[in-house]
């Protein structure tokens, strides 16, 4: 089985958890954290500086199609950032608690 946690951000934590239910409702997560980041990013030729919400999203590789989708379609920014990386290693109950939270 091969895990990864998805990042993306918000503007705000509403947002944030409007995603996180879904996915968690979907069984496309296991579990979602929150962090409060500040951004400085270049956007349409500017440099933007943003207050954000970070979102680091606990699933299987094999999900993550389904759970772009589910952002995607949920989300307010134009061009969100949605990125995965693998999960090399991992304490064995940890990882085998993912997999029974993903089966629902």
């Known amino acids: 089985m091969s895990y990864?946690?998805?990042f993306t951000t918000t503007a705000n934590e509403e947002s944030a958890q409007r995603i996180a239910d879904k996915l968690l409702e979907k069984n496309l997560a296991a579990c979602v954290s929150f962090t409060p980041i500040?951004?400085?990013y270049?956007?349409?030729g500017h440099i933007?500086?943003?207050s954000e919400i970070e979102l680091q999203i606990k699933t299987r590789a094999e999900l993550y199609q389904k759970v772009e989708e589910t952002i995607k379609s949920l989300h307010m920014y134009e061009t969100p950032q949605i990125?995965?990386?693998p999960i090399k290693q991992g304490c064995?109950?940890?990882l085998e608690w993912i997999d029974n939270s993903l089966k629902g």
Do not use: G, L, R
Request: proline fraction near 0%; aromatic fraction near 16%; charged fraction near 20%.
């Open 4 to 6: 990864i946690i998805v």
């Open 38 to 40: 500040f951004s400085s």
């Open 42 to 44: 270049k956007w349409q």
């Open 48 to 50: 933007q500086k943003e």
């Open 83 to 85: 990125i995965a990386v």
């Open 92 to 94: 064995d109950n940890y």
